[in-house]
C-alpha cells in the first residue's frame, strides 16, 4: 500500500511538473550503432497494430523485439515488423521474439518500450522498464488500481524517465481548445460537467473453452486471479477486435476506465485537475443494479456525471455550455449555439476543424490559458524522448485521471459515498484501504 510519503512525494513531484518543464538528463537512450531509439513491444492485439504502424513511420525509431504470451501473435507482428524494413531499406536484424516481457524490459540495449497489454499488466511491465532505464509509452488506463498509479508515478520519478500515457484526445485540437475555451472563462464558473462513457465493469464470469495452443494463459492472467480460458478475454488468433477483458473487474475496469480515460481525462483538463482529482464520490442510490448516475465532485464545487448519451464530454457553466468528442464540437452562450459540428450527418456545410477555428479565433485571442499542444501522441512522445521534457499526458496526468476512473468505479462496486484527499491519495470518509490495491497473485507485486 502506498504510504503517506509515497502520496506526499507523488504530489510534490506534480507540483514541480507545473511549475516547469521537467528537463531530464540528456542522452539517455544507448544509441545504437546508427544512432536510432531501440524499442520494443509488448502486448500484441489490435490495440498494438495501430500503435507499432505509427512507430514504425518515425526514421529515428528502431523496433527490435515484440512480446506477447500468444506465439501466434508473437509471429504476426515479426512478419509486420521484418517486412516494413525489408521495403524500406533499414533494420538488417530480424525482429526478435519473446513471450516473456522481462527479455525486453529488462534488456540493456532497448531505449523504450510501447505498452499495450491488458490493463492489469500495465503497471508491473511499466515499472520494470523504468526500473530498468526505459522510457515508456503505456496504453491507457495507466494502470489497474489506485496503488499502481501512485507507484508509476514514483518509478518515473526515481528513474528519471520519459512517460506518456496514450489518451491521445489530448492531441487532438477539439479537445484543446473545449478546455481553453473553458479554462480561459469563456462559459463562466463551471458547475457541473457530463460524460458519456459506457458501463462500469462486472466480476469475470465467462465459461470455460478450450485453450488455444501456443497461448500461455498462467502468464496471461498474471497478478489477477487464474481464471478458464475464454476467447472473449483473448481471442483465438489474430486479435482484430477489442476483446471483452476490460468489461471485467479482474483485467480492466468496464468502460469507466476504458472510456473514462479519455472523458474523464479530459474533463480533468478542462477543470483544471491534471495531478489532483476530485474530493468526493456520489455513488447512484440503485448501485448494484445501475450503470448510470455516479458521481464526481472537485473542490470548486463542479459535479462531474456519468450520463446516457454518445461518447463525449460537456462543461456546464454559468455562462454556457462547450460539448466536445470525437470529430465534434460544439459552444453555446446564452443558450444559443454559437460555433458547432455535430457530424456529417447533421451538420451541413461545415466541418468541426473550421468550427474550432471560429470558436479559437472569436474567444481565445487574448487567452491568459494556454495548454499543451500536441498535434499527434506518438509524435509528442518521440520528440520528449529526444528533448527529455515531459510529455503532454505524462505519468502524472495519465495516474491522476486512472485514479479518477477507479474512484468512481467504487461507487459503482461498492455503493461507496466517499470523501476523499487527491493530494494524499487516502480516504477520509466512505472507503476501504484495500479497494486501493488488488490480492496480486503468485511472486507478482506493485
Known amino acids: 500500500m502506498p504510504h503517506a510519503s509515497s502520496r506526499r512525494h507523488f504530489i510534490q513531484a506534480a507540483a514541480a511538473g507545473v511549475a516547469a518543464p521537467f528537463i531530464l538528463p540528456s ?28 512507430f514504425l513511420q518515425y526514421p529515428e525509431i528502431e523496433v527490435v523485439a515484440v512480446c506477447d504470451v500468444y506465439d501466434v501473435r508473437r509471429d504476426l507482428y515479426k512478419k509486420k515488423v521484418d517486412d516494413h524494413y525489408a521495403k524500406s531499406g533499414g533494420n538488417a536484424k530480424p525482429c526478435e521474439t519473446t513471450g516473456d516481457f522481462r527479455k525486453i524490459t529488462e534488456r540493456t540495449d532497448i531505449d523504450a518500450v510501447c505498452i499495450a497489454t491488458p490493463d492489469h499488466w500495465h503497471a508491473i511491465i ?6 530498468h532505464g526505459k522510457d515508456v509509452y503505456c496504453e491507457k488506463p495507466l494502470t489497474h488500481n489506485i496503488h499502481e498509479a501512485v507507484s508509476v508515478v514514483e518509478t518515473v520519478q526515481k528513474h528519471n524517465r520519459v512517460l506518456q500515457t496514450g489518451s491521445m484526445q489530448r492531441s487532438s485540437k477539439e479537445f484543446r481548445i473545449a478546455c481553453e475555451l473553458v479554462r480561459n472563462g469563456v462559459i463562466g464558473k463551471v458547475e457541473r460537467i457530463t460524460i458519456s462513457i459506457g458501463d462500469p465493469a462486472k466480476p469475470n464470469a465467462y465459461p470455460e473453452e478450450p485453450k488455444p495452443e501456443g497461448l500461455d494463459w498462467d502468464m496471461w492472467c498474471g497478478p489477477a486471479p487464474l481464471v478458464p480460458f475464454n476467447h472473449e478475454l483473448c481471442p483465438v488468433g489474430e486479435s482484430k477486435t477489442f476483446p471483452n477483458w476490460r468489461k471485467t473487474r479482474e483485467f480492466g475496469g468496464g ?11 479530459i474533463a480533468q483538463w ?9 474530493v468526493e464520490v456520489k455513488a447512484p442510490a440503485d448501485y448494484q443494479n445501475a450503470k ?27 455562462e454556457g455550455e462547450v460539448n466536445v468528442g470525437r470529430g465534434k464540437f460544439a459552444l453555446s452562450l446564452g443558450g444559443k449555439e454559437v460555433h458547432a459540428f455535430h457530424g456529417k450527418d447533421q451538420s451541413t456545410g461545415t466541418s468541426v476543424d473550421r468550427e474550432v477555428a471560429l470558436a479559437e479565433r472569436d474567444f481565445l485571442k487574448d487567452k491568459k490559458v494556454s495548454l499543451y499542444e500536441s498535434k499527434d501522441q506518438i509524435a509528442d512522445f518521440v520528440a520528449c524522448m529526444k528533448s527529455r521534457k515531459q510529455p503532454i499526458c505524462h505519468a502524472g496526468v495519465g495516474a491522476s485521471s486512472a485514479i479518477a476512473c477507479h474512484l468512481m468505479n467504487f461507487g459503482y462496486w461498492y455503493g461507496a459515498n466517499i470523501k476523499w484527499n487527491p493530494t494524499e491519495h487516502k480516504f477520509i470518509s466512505g472507503g476501504d484501504d484495500k479497494w486501493l490495491t488488488r490480492e496480486y497473485r503468485g511472486d507478482w507485486k506493485v
Open 270 to 278: 478542462g477543470l483544471g485537475m491534471d495531478e489532483n482529482g476530485p
Open 292 to 318: 448510470r448516475g455516479c458521481q464526481l465532485i472537485y473542490a470548486s464545487g463542479a459535479v462531474l456525471s456519468h450520463a446516457e448519451g454518445s461518447h463525449g464530454c460537456t462543461f456546464h457553466g454559468t
Open 126 to 131: 511499466t515499472n520494470s522498464a523504468l526500473s
Open 255 to 265: 468502460m469507466i476506465t476504458d472510456w473514462g480515460a479519455h472523458h474523464i481525462d
Open 27 to 54: 542522452r539517455l537512450w544507448s544509441q545504437s550503432a546508427n544512432g536510432k531509439i531501440r524499442m520494443g513491444f509488448i502486448g500484441l492485439g489490435k490495440q498494438m497494430g495501430g500503435l507499432i504502424s505509427k
